[in-house]
Structures are given as C-alpha cells and as structure tokens.
C-alpha cells in the first residue's frame, strides 16, 4: 500500500511538474517578446517582496518557476544579499545560466513538484503566472508543505479582467488552434483564488489588483503611468482592471509562536544616541509588542524610547509605566486634555535628550526591518530620512482613495507653490537630526503637525531623503486610528499656506520655541 502511494505521489508530482514547466515557458516567451517594461517591473515586484515580509536577514525564501533566476537576483538585491534563497527551474537550459548568480542563491532544477524539494521548508514561498485553474489546487498545497509555520506565500499572476489580457487569450487561444499548439493555462479570478487558498487552509488572505504598467502602453509613457498606477490600484471599481493580481496568504503559525527578530543596529554612530518619540492614544494593545520589536531589532540604538500618552481612556499609561519599570530607557510623558497628536508631538520632542530623533506611530510595530532604510540615509549624510508610502517601490494596502487623493493633491500643491520636489513629507515615520529637531517649530496640535515636520526641514534647506517603506492599514485587534480626513485635511492646507506665505514673503520658516 505504502509503495502504490507513493506511485501515485510521484505520479501526480512529476504531473504538477510539467504544468508548471509550461507556464514558466509561457511567462520567459512573454517576458522576451512582449514585456518591455521587465527591467522596471523585477526591480518593483522584488522591492514589493521585501516590504510584504519585512525581510530580517537570516529568513528563507523559494522562488517557483524562476527560469533563469532573475527575479531571484533582484529580491536579494533589494535585501543586501542577506537572505537564503532557493531559486527552482523546471527548465534545464534555464539551470544551465544560473552559475552567476549571488553566492546566497542555491540553483534548484526540479523534474517535478515538490520534487527534490520535499521535506524542506521555507520563510516564504514566491511564484510569478504560475497559478491556473489547472494546477491551482494542488500546487497551493505542496506550497504549504514547504512553508514554515507561520510562513507566508506571495503569488503575482495575470489579471482575468485586464482588457489587453483578455485580447492577449483570445488571439492565443486562435494561434493555439490553428497551430495545434498547448496553450497557456486560464488565469483565476479573486473569488475563486479566495475560495482556494482559505480551503487549503491558509489565513490572513489578501488579493488585490496590482500594476497598470504593461503593453501595449508606449514606452515613453512609463513616468507618467507609472505615477498613477497608485492611484488607478486604489481607485474603486478601475483598479479591477489593472494588469495583475498580487496574492498574499499565511500558514497558520503554532499557536502562542512569536516571529524571530534580529538585531539590525550595524551603524556605530547611532550607537545609544536614538531618542523614539511615539505619540500614544489608546494603544494598550499595540506599544507591548513596539517596545520589544524596537529593543529587539535596534536596542544597541536607543538612548530612550519617549512614549507620550495623549489622554489615553484605556491602560495605555501604566503599561508603559510598567514598561519603563523593566527598561529604563522607556519614559512616560503623560499629557492631559486637550488632546491632539501635534501637541503630544511637542510634548515629545521637549523630553528628548539623544542626538537623533526617530518619531513613529504605534501601528508601525511590524516594519521593523523597514527602519534600516532611515538610518542607512542618515548614515550617508542625509539630516533626515523619511519613509515614503507614495515611492514606486512602496506598498500601499487598504488606504482609503480619499486619503490618496487628498495626499497627492496636497503634496502636488505643496510642489508647485515651495518650489521642491518631495513624495510623502506627512508621514510620522521619520529620523533626524538634533540640530534639525532644534530648529523646528509646530504650530499645529492635531494630525496637520505631521506636515511640518516633513516640510519645515525640506524649506530650511537640511539635506531630507526620502526612503520608501510600506504602509499596511490596521487590523482589527491593532485597533483604530482616531485620523478624520475631512477634519484634519484642511488643517494641513493651513499649514501648507502659512508656509507658502511666509516663503514668499521672505519670513523665518518657523517661529522661535517658546
């Protein structure tokens, strides 16, 4: 019985094999013939690899269907070279070309699947067009045999609703007729990649519409289009038509496991010098696991972790007091009514003490390896880095169209009339200097104050880089952000036009700390 089973296992790996030998095909032949966007298009999906995982060094990544592993060289590119990764071919004249690749990557030639593959398990798992109504099933849960608990998967395949993919089927599919030829397998829609992927048994399932850069496009296009494809995937109803699907799923983890952290403090001037200001309002479940996220990944770092607790409802206060019991380098600054996050800023900024300030929000907890990016630009020179969730290379998930329009027009406004050129100088995820710190001024009191901080720096002539990061919406047990566009967003038009007003009029910036 055991060796008829293994009969019939082989038998269906070696099957699964060759589907995913036709699709690799498929996909090189398209890459060499119609994609004239590739060189672009590796360096962001590879960039988007490294922001969906938060890539810590010493974690495990298997690239299915690599042809001759290009992808593969550029995911760990993205990451230093510091991640293992298994690069796996069904293509022998594929294997042949992959000896040049980084020592880090291993050359896998499969004849099957999992082929030589069983048994070993992988951080992540990562796949381009491979997914048909064809082989879906079967290969989502090998995949999840070779994941880790805990693992995650991320999947890019064509868009059935793309209008230049239906074309692109329908004069395939009449090549293939006339010529006798296989054809490429059918892509799935959201609902039915959902439908399987929760019942092989994944969890934290995200499909979303990815990527309206692709033919028949023209080239000289690229800049334009590459800048509203972020609006175009967040645009309700037209992003249905963008040309992929990013998958994005889980092995569920064994219960009470906790993600392995590494230590990412590798530059010695930051050495205990980094004061983190984080403004706090009912965040009791979230700043447990930022404050051992951030001792975990930069302890060596920090001089203080200053959490200012904005008149909090819930038990914020004392667990960061309870904190600060364990650690003294974390310091409560309490604050009472009125609340607003400008106002907890400059309660902050006053209690620091180190020579950088890094400011963050609660629910920045989970882009830990993200961070490196600031401090890697403030080591080069830069006297503030900023994480930038509007780059091309940034990640953007369940961010209201609202919010990115008032975002982009804000930031184009801010463009035109400052006479600069910046993304994203709103985003509390920023690292600085003392001396910059010293010579700015906040006026506002609420959410606006985070405009300041981008943009005053930016005016005064300090040397402001910005680094892309990824921006993830909270989930449910992270709780809720208090942020209301419609009653914040003019507040940031005031300080964009006291700022425009005081430039043109050849005024100081800022206004002197009281």
């Avoid at 608990?149 to 209008?163: I, S, T, V």
């Avoid at 850069?213 to 972020?230: D, G, T």
Wanted: aromatic letters at 12%.
């Amino acid at each position: 019985m055991d060796k008829l089973l293994k009969e019939i296992g082989d038998r269906r790996g070696r099957q699964l094999g060759e589907t995913l030998k036709e699709q690799e095909r498929f996909r090189a032949q398209y890459w060499k013939e119609k994609d004239y966007f590739l060189p672009q298009r590796l360096e962001w999906r590879a960039r988007m690899t490294r922001h969906m995982f938060h890539l810590f060094p010493e974690e495990s990544i298997l690239e299915i269907g690599c042809s001759k592993g290009q992808w593969a060289g550029k995911i760990s590119e993205s990451n230093g070279h510091t991640n293992k990764i298994s690069a796996a071919t069904f293509d022998k004249s594929d294997f042949a070309h992959m000896a040049g690749l980084s020592e880090n990557i291993e050359p896998v030639f499969l004849d099957a699947f999992p082929g030589s593959l069983a048994g070993r398990q992988f951080d992540y798992v990562v796949g381009w067009n491979l997914l048909t109504d064809d082989n879906c099933g079967p290969l989502l849960m090998e995949v999840k045999k070779l994941l880790k608990p805990g693992g995650r998967l991320l999947f890019f395949d064509a868009n059935p609703w793309n209008p230049y993919y239906i074309v692109r089927r329908f004069l395939s599919r009449a090549v293939s007729f006339v010529l006798r030829k296989r054809e490429e397998g059918n892509s799935l829609n959201r609902i039915d990649l959902f439908t399987i992927l929760s019942e092989v048994g994944y969890t934290g399932i995200k499909i979303l519409p990815y990527d309206f850069v692709y033919p028949p496009i023209p080239r000289f296009l690229l800049w334009p289009v590459q800048n509203l494809s972020l609006i175009f995937e967040n645009f309700p109803f037209l992003r249905n038509f963008a040309g992929s699907l990013y998958i994005f799923a889980q092995k569920p983890p064994v219960e009470g496991a906790q993600r392995k952290i590494s230590n990412l403090a590798h530059h010695a001037m930051f050495k205990e010098k980094v004061s983190i200001v984080v403004p706090c309002r009912n965040e009791e479940d979230n700043i447990p696991s930022l404050v051992e996220n951030l001792t975990g990944c930069f302890g060596d770092y920090i001089h203080e972790i200053i959490l200012v607790d904005d008149n909090s409802r819930d038990q914020t206060a004392g667990i960061i007091a309870n904190l600060g019991k364990k650690d003294s380098r974390v310091r409560l600054v309490r604050r009472e009514m009125p609340n607003g996050v400008g106002r907890a800023l400059r309660d902050g900024f006053a209690a620091v003490t180190g020579e950088y300030a890094l400011m963050m929000d609660c629910d920045f907890q989970h882009i830990m390896p993200e961070l490196t990016g600031l401090f890697d630009a403030v080591a080069d020179g830069a006297d503030v880095a900023i994480g930038s969730r509007f780059s091309r290379d940034s990640v953007l998930l369940n961010y209201a169209f609202t919010k990115v329009l008032a975002n982009r027009g804000f930031h184009i406004i801010a463009n035109i009339f400052l006479r600069k050129h910046f993304r994203d100088a709103t985003n509390n995820l920023k690292l600085m200097t003392r001396e910059v710190l010293d010579n700015i001024h906040l006026e506002s009191d609420d959410f606006a104050a985070n405009a300041e901080t981008g943009l005053q720096p930016i005016l005064l002539g300090y040397n402001v880089k910005e680094v892309p990061v990824s921006w993830i919406n909270r989930s449910v047990d992270m709780g809720f952000s208090s942020f209301n566009l419609f009653k914040t967003g003019p507040n940031y038009l005031r300080v964009l036009w006291r700022l425009i007003e005081r430039k043109w009029q050849g005024k100081a910036i800022t206004l002197p700390k009281k």
